[in-house]
């Protein structure tokens, strides 16, 4: 059935020989179809049976001749009759007459024979020659029929050989080829050399086609089981589909079916992206019932999903494969909130980590794979200092302590850039250095740009002197290509009123994220329990991040929010050459927070700008030092006491460094200001009452 491909599977290797072979059978066919029925004992029974025919037509028409003449009628004819039937006609004086105008003779007397005499005698003779000439085509037919199961067993006894051949080299299809040859023996005219004025035989292409193998996968003859891995995961991509030659598919035939990649991963592993995959129509849905059924159709993408009807219905392909999805978390919950039937299908998850302890063995293995890389592209060697400089930056990739990434793809872009810029035979730590700084330079425009601003003054940030409610914080920027530290001028204002508020100016120009607005609300709980007890707090004041006017999110910045209110609220000054990053809970311990080693440089580089006294540096909770990964300039600087990093653990040590007059003046002078702001706003609250 053209409509019904049928599926063969054979050993890995076997189909483009079998291919190869049944093309070359249907060759052999040619020749020996037509060999068989002109052979001497095909030709004499063919003989035998057309004088048989021609004796039984012939006697027939003779019986029936006699017939007709004992009565005065004999058989006629005209030769300009289309269907060149013989009729009944009279014999008269004047000569053969038909039925017709033997009547209108008979009707005006001209006839001995009575009128309805000579109709009931042309009616009989007519019946009579029907039913000789029935008997004469069922003759024919038999006799055709009898010509035809002559030929068809000189073909099918002259071809079993051929079949017999390629069935014995290809086991597996014997069945198939059965159907095959008894195909050929019914169709056998096919091979048969036509005349020039004799067209092809309708069933011509279809029996040809039936020779011709479409290789789907032709296997793989190795041991190990094959991955595929598929970039672009589309429904034909994955499926296969049905490629006809017009854009009708009327001529669609299984020569047109197109094997797709879960075919050739069949007996292994399929690998693909699981974003790329939902996000393609139909693919998920395909996907899952093929997993499910453990076979696999090969339809086009509007058939398998709109239900239109497909050119072809071919076998399906049973299915043996483990598909491994590549995705982040956010892509499984899809799939896992969206599908019931994802975790029947996909049972397994494996997680992988971005980065792992940086460890002897992985520091080796991370070597390794870069030396590897160094032949396969042909780069210069690395030194010794060059792969321990590529380590530590993988290390400060990371951003975690004592941990390296494990992306291989940043390192190895840098090793060749560092290979482009190195002079000698070896890549050396000067050569990395120098690449990571032009890679520095290529992505800082918008560092650039700040930092100019900070030289001409445009966005202020003292690294000098005191200055009350004011502190310097530090963020991380991230432009996509580069993160850098920048310094922030953070204040606060406050002032007595009968209701107790702190306003988080960020928060009320919609530019503050919700983990900076936590931040605000934890400090207000650190000022209610370490003065609340004492005094109300008839307290009003404002926080707000200076020159900063695109988002910002996160705590970090807290506990400098926190040293800006207290600084305000007790009117004791903060040192600006000091800067510091941290959140804080309720009892006033220094939290972690990330990019520490990007704060620091950020405002190390701005005190270079200016110039080192030799007191500036960076406040950094406790629990963050072991994050820190700086570059060497900065090392070199607090080696030498130019600059400073200062772990804190509590808001005290943090006053300690940045408060002049220390931590417990401050807290003393903050409660006699929240007494005198409760004193102030006493009597407006009484006014308002007696009102």
Not at 11 to 38: C, D, M, N
Not at 372 to 396: F, I, K, N
Not at 553 to 570: F, K, R, T
């Amino acid at each position: 059935d053209p409509g019904r491909p049928h599926l063969l599977s054979l050993p890995p290797g076997a189909g483009p020989r079998l291919k190869r072979e049944l093309h070359e059978l249907r060759e052999a066919l040619f020749r020996e179809v037509p060999r068989v029925l002109e052979s001497d004992s095909v030709r004499a029974a063919r003989d035998h049976l057309v004088r048989a025919l021609e004796r039984q037509q012939r006697d027939l028409i003779v019986a029936l001749q006699k017939q007709l003449r004992e009565h005065g009628f004999e058989l006629g004819g005209d030769e300009e009759d289309d269907d060149g039937l013989p009729i009944i006609v009279l014999i008269t004086e004047d000569g053969p007459v038909g039925r017709a105008e033997a009547l209108l003779l008979a009707q005006q007397g001209r006839l001995e024979l009575p009128v309805a005499t000579l109709e009931a005698d042309f009616d009989a003779f007519e019946d009579q020659l029907a039913h000789t000439l029935s008997a004469a085509r069922a003759g024919a037919h038999a006799a055709h029929k009898a010509v035809l199961e002559v030929e068809q067993a000189a073909v099918r006894d002259g071809t079993r050989g051929l079949f017999a051949e390629v069935g014995g080299r290809f086991r597996g299809v014997r069945a198939w080829l059965a159907d095959l040859h008894q195909l050929t023996v019914e169709h056998f005219e096919v091979f048969r050399p036509s005349t020039e004025d004799e067209d092809e035989a309708p069933e011509s292409p279809t029996v040809l086609s039936a020779f011709t193998v479409n290789v789907l996968h032709r296997g793989s003859r190795g041991r190990k089981a094959p991955i595929v891995v598929v970039p672009d995961p589309t429904f034909g991509n994955l499926f296969g589909g049905i490629v006809s030659d017009g854009p009708l598919m009327r001529a669609a035939d299984h020569t047109h079916l197109r094997a797709g990649a879960l075919h050739d991963a069949d007996g292994g592993f399929l690998v693909v992206d699981a974003a790329d995959m939902v996000s393609e129509p139909g693919v998920w849905k395909t996907l899952k019932r093929a997993m499910t059924f453990g076979e696999l159709g090969i339809q086009n993408l509007d058939a398998a999903t709109q239900g239109s009807p497909p050119p072809l219905r071919p076998d399906p392909a049973p299915l043996d494969v483990k598909i491994v999805l590549l995705g982040d978390e956010d892509t499984y919950a899809l799939l896992s909130e969206s599908d019931l039937d994802f975790g029947s299908v996909f049972k397994i998850k494996a997680e992988f980590e971005d980065s792992a302890p940086l460890t002897a063995s992985l520091a080796l293995e991370t070597t390794r794979a870069l030396v590897r890389l160094q032949r396969r592209e042909g780069l210069s060697p690395l030194s010794r200092d060059a792969v321990a400089e590529l380590l530590l930056h993988g290390v400060r990739e990371s951003g975690l302590p004592g941990r390296l990434r494990l992306a291989m793809g940043p390192l190895a872009d840098v090793m060749r850039e560092a290979d482009y810029l190195a002079e000698g035979n070896h890549v050396q730590q000067a050569d990395i250095r120098a690449a990571l700084r032009a890679r520095e330079e290529r992505h800082g425009s918008y560092r650039r740009y700040l930092d100019d601003a900070l030289a001409r003054g445009t966005l202020h940030v003292a690294t000098a002197g005191d200055a009350i409610g004011q502190v310097n914080g530090l963020a991380v920027i991230d432009t996509g290509g580069a993160r850098f530290g920048r310094p922030l001028r953070i204040t606060a204002t406050a002032g007595a009123s009968r209701r107790g508020r702190i306003i988080n100016i960020e928060r009320e120009s919609q530019l503050s994220g919700s983990s900076h607005d936590k931040g605000v609300l934890v400090l207000t709980g650190y000022l209610r329990g370490r003065y609340g007890r004492q005094h109300t707090l008839a307290l009003q004041a404002s926080i707000a991040i200076e020159q900063h006017h695109a988002g910002i999110d996160g705590d970090s910045a807290s506990a400098a929010e926190l040293i800006a209110l207290l600084s305000a609220i007790s009117g004791a000054p903060v040192r600006q050459d000091r800067a510091l990053t941290g959140s804080i809970d309720q009892t006033g311990a220094v939290r972690p927070v990330g990019g520490v080693s990007e704060k620091v440089e950020g405002f190390h580089a701005l005190c270079s700008l200016r110039g080192l006294t030799g007191e500036q540096g960076v406040l950094l909770p406790a629990a963050s030092v072991g994050d820190l990964c700086l570059s060497p300039r900065v090392v070199d600087d607090c080696a030498a006491g130019r600059f400073h990093v200062w772990a804190v653990q509590t808001i005290e040590d943090v006053a300690d460094l940045l408060i002049p007059v220390g931590a417990q003046r401050m807290h003393a002078l903050a409660l006699e200001a929240l007494g005198l702001f409760e004193r102030v706003a006493r009597p407006a609250r009484r006014k308002e009452d007696n009102q």
